[in-house]
């Protein structure tokens, strides 16, 4: 079964987070890594809120 709230957070969070990276990847004197940094951020963000969910839950 599909979680919609789940689905909602990471397309917020994409349409919030993506034009960050984007313009601190394109950044001629920023530092390379720091969209890989804010997206590891994020995926452990939502390790964190659903770890404590069963597999039996949807």
Same mark, same amino acid.
């Given at each position: =079964? +599909?979680? /919609?709230? +789940?689905?909602?957070? +990471?397309?917020? +969070?994409? *349409?919030?987070?993506?034009? =960050?990276?984007?313009?601190?990847? *394109?950044?001629?004197? &920023?530092?390379?890594?720091?969209?890989?940094?804010?997206?590891? =951020?994020?995926?452990?963000?939502? /390790?964190?809120?659903?770890?404590?969910? &069963?597999?039996?839950?949807?």
């Amino acid at each position: =079964m +599909l979680n /919609y709230r +789940l689905v909602a957070t +990471l397309l917020l +969070l994409c *349409i919030v987070v993506f034009p =960050m990276a984007t313009q601190w990847a *394109i950044e001629p004197d &920023g530092n390379w890594f720091r969209p890989f940094v804010v997206w590891a =951020m994020i995926v452990f963000a939502a /390790y964190v809120a659903y770890r404590h969910r &069963g597999p039996d839950e949807s």
